[in-house]
């Protein structure tokens, strides 16, 4: 074990649901011998915050400090680690440990992500019962696996969202190797479309924006649409149907609006969702059958996703729009996060 520079690691966590976050420090873990240590620079609000810190999805181990878009300085590393040197600018993702070993299912076929032994960066539990503490914090530390070089293009600023949100909606693209020709929609623009929109014209697809929110046209279209279709406008979503090979569902649609995300689909097109609806999905079998439509999931990137979607933003000036906050108007920016109202991502600087 190593002795980390930091003796206590000082955040902002919720202590019970609701949208409140408050100071409170905790004691890390020791060091281990593939573990960094960061100090935190940079922190990325996402949903999966909100969600946990409102104990929406149940199971929140209070107190909690969220956070899983980090980026920071790395200050101390374990003797093992040869992949980073101190003062080296760096980021964390929603991942800290997974077993890589060649005999796990999940780990040798780079879905890292679903390991069983997979711990969360933040309200997950490491082997010795320690819970992870994630990014609203002065630092972390974490399996140097997990940890990824910010390259020097890349503003350290607007880093953080590339770690959850662009990993997110670039997993399916990659693993399911979307390419030129190919006809990729987007539902949502907002924290997670807006970054969908580049990663599918960066992997030479024709993009398709889907709104309800006609004064976003003008950005889609710089952001890599090709065609832009109001979701209102009637006329225009006929002229969607049987158009696309991949719809990517970023926001958190009604379940009743399968069918017409079905109706959208070439035959043998692929629905992914990466927002979870809102109740139940519900569409017709028979629409499902006929088209010959697959629905799908995706959940997070492994470590060799987030190593392409990082030379993908570096080819393609791929960046999240974003808005900052000081880290100790947190709770301000989870307000404007809750109520809609953040273009796109939100970084709370340290």
């Not at 408050?22 to 940079?42: F, L, T």
């Not at 439509?293 to 190593?307: A, E, F, N």
Request: charged share 25%.
């Amino acid at each position: 074990m190593v002795e980390g520079k930091i003796n206590e690691i000082h955040g902002w966590a919720a202590k019970k649901p609701g949208i409140k976050v408050e100071p409170w420090s905790y004691k890390p873990r020791p060091i281990g011998p593939n573990d960094v240590e960061i100090e935190i620079q940079y922190s990325g609000i996402c949903g999966s915050d909100l969600h946990t810190i409102k104990d929406e999805w149940q199971g929140t181990n209070y107190p909690a400090i969220v956070g899983h878009e980090i980026v920071g300085r790395v200050i101390t590393k374990g003797e093992k680690v040869t992949k980073f040197a101190e003062g080296d600018t760096v980021g964390v993702g929603a991942q800290v440990y997974a077993c890589l070993r060649d005999d796990c299912e999940a780990c040798s076929n780079d879905l890292d992500p679903h390991c069983p032994k997979s711990v969360q960066t933040y309200n997950g539990k490491y082997s010795d019962g320690e819970q992870s503490q994630g990014g609203y914090a002065s630092a972390v530390r974490v399996d140097a696996n997990y940890v990824f070089k910010i390259p020097p293009s890349i503003d350290p600023s607007l880093a953080a969202p590339l770690f959850c949100a662009a990993t997110t909606v670039a997993a399916p693209m990659l693993r399911k190797g979307v390419k030129k020709g190919d006809r990729v929609g987007v539902v949502g623009i907002g924290g997670l479309g807006h970054l969908a929109l580049q990663y599918a014209r960066a992997l030479g697809a024709e993009v398709y924006a889907f709104s309800h929110s006609p004064n976003k046209k003008q950005q889609c279209l710089e952001l890599g649409a090709s065609k832009f279709v109001l979701t209102s406008d009637e006329e225009e979503v006929k002229k969607a149907q049987h158009k696309l090979d991949y719809l990517l569902v970023t926001s958190s649609s009604k379940g009743n609006q399968y069918n017409e995300f079905i109706s959208w689909m070439r035959y043998q097109g692929v629905v992914i969702i990466l927002a979870l609806p809102e109740g139940h999905m519900q569409f017709s079998p028979f629409e499902f059958v006929m088209n010959e439509v697959g629905i799908t999931g995706s959940l997070i990137g492994g470590r060799r996703i987030i190593d392409k979607m990082l030379e993908l933003a570096v080819e393609h000036n791929i960046r999240p729009i974003v808005e900052k906050y000081p880290i100790d108007q947190v709770n301000e920016a989870l307000k404007h996060m809750d109520d809609g109202k953040a273009r796109y991502r939100i970084v709370l600087t340290h």
